[in-house]
């Protein structure tokens, strides 16, 4: 089968990747040149473990080449990014999905199935997408076969979820989702949902709802526990070993491509039916500020100068620093000019982050620990040892605190920084 991925990025390229080692003839298209050049050359421009292994492979084998421009096949995928729009509701921006759809259209030939896989708004499949197509005189379900198929696959597992999860194929009719099916089964190792375009649509922005409602309960937990001085952490801990209750962890805020920015697609679809989900985007977005204030007070409190945050990414152990709260408070932290505000983050390659641990944490009073990267869970009094005062503020709860013993706050305790002795000035 020749397939065509439009949109080489963190799904389209593993996706194109996949197909092409599985045999299928397939062709990336992307507009940035600079992008292909390197494809083509066996080098991939986004860091998730074994992609590069896996697009040699593919290139060698002759199955895989990235170009500019959209050519005839037997199946389309577009796989391009969604946006908020910057609207009131911050909107499903569809421009990128649309112009992809359109690119193809010219080259679409009877018996071609056209797969969606970008998080979209609900209906867009059969409200924005179907009319293009019917528009150049095919008919959907018997000469065109349209899908909606969300990815589902966590940034840094990308290969493995590809082909283990299971996955929602939603057909504009049901010879479309048969078309769909057929196309997937050639990878997927997990269950093959079938559905319509809309419910698949609607269920994908369900999935990362719910763990933003869910975290949102759970920061709003630690608010509760500072209030009552009780702690949240704890509290967390036992109401989970109940069967039917996973609350999630708190933190210091959502970010990322898909938790933050997916409730707003139905929010803005449905406004007045969505208090809470809309409820809860707040109490996410309100995280960073709250850790920046507390981490104020602190300061305050020990009579700091200088913070040293540990890690800068969306979330742990990758490299994605876009809609990342952590910098968003670092950010706040720098703006407010009272401190000396130093960087350490070993994943991230950038020119105001501090490479070594020792220097981030000369002379300074305070960690503030924002992402849960690995290599923050083995830290040891000898790596304090440049510090002025060794306190810890641990907003991913993942920090040795016997190496600071009584200098350890989380989201747990945070009640008890207007307890924390004030430390007299110098
Ligand atoms: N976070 C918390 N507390 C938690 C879990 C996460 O504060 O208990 C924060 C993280 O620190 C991060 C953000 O939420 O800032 C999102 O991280 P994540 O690991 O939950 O999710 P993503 O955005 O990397 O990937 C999600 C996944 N969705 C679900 O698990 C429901 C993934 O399966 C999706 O494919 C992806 O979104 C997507 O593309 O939609």
Known sequence: MKIVTIGLGYIGLPTAIMFANHNQEVIGVDVKEDVIKMLNNGHVHLEEPGLETELKKAVQSGNFKAQLNVEPADAFIVAVPTPNKDDPYKSCDLTYVLDAVKSLVP??????TVIIESTIAPRTTEDFVKPLIEEAGFEIGKDIFLVHCPERV?????????KYNNRIIGGVTSACTEAGKKIYSIFVEGELITSSASAAELSKLMENTYRDVNIALANELVKIGEDLDIDALEVIEMANKHPRVNIHSPGPGVGGHC????????VASTPETTPLIQTARAINTSMPDFVF?????LMEQINGKKITVLGVTYKGNVDDIRESPALEITQ????DGSYEVSVFDPHVNQSWIEKDFKKATLDSDLLLVLTDHNEFKTLTEEDLSEMKQTYVLDTKHIFPSHVVKNHYLSLGNIG??????????F
Not at 107 to 112: M, T
Not at 259 to 266: E, M, S, T
């Open 107 to 112: 080259v679409l030939e009877k018996g071609n």
């Open 154 to 162: 966590l940034p840094g597992k990308i290969l493995h979820e590809l």
């Open 259 to 266: 938790l933050a920015v997916d409730p707003y697609f139905i």
């Open 293 to 297: 204030s507390r981490t104020k007070r």
């Open 332 to 335: 706040k932290l720098v703006d």
């Open 416 to 425: 008890s920084l207007s307890r924390i002795e004030r430390v007299p000035s």
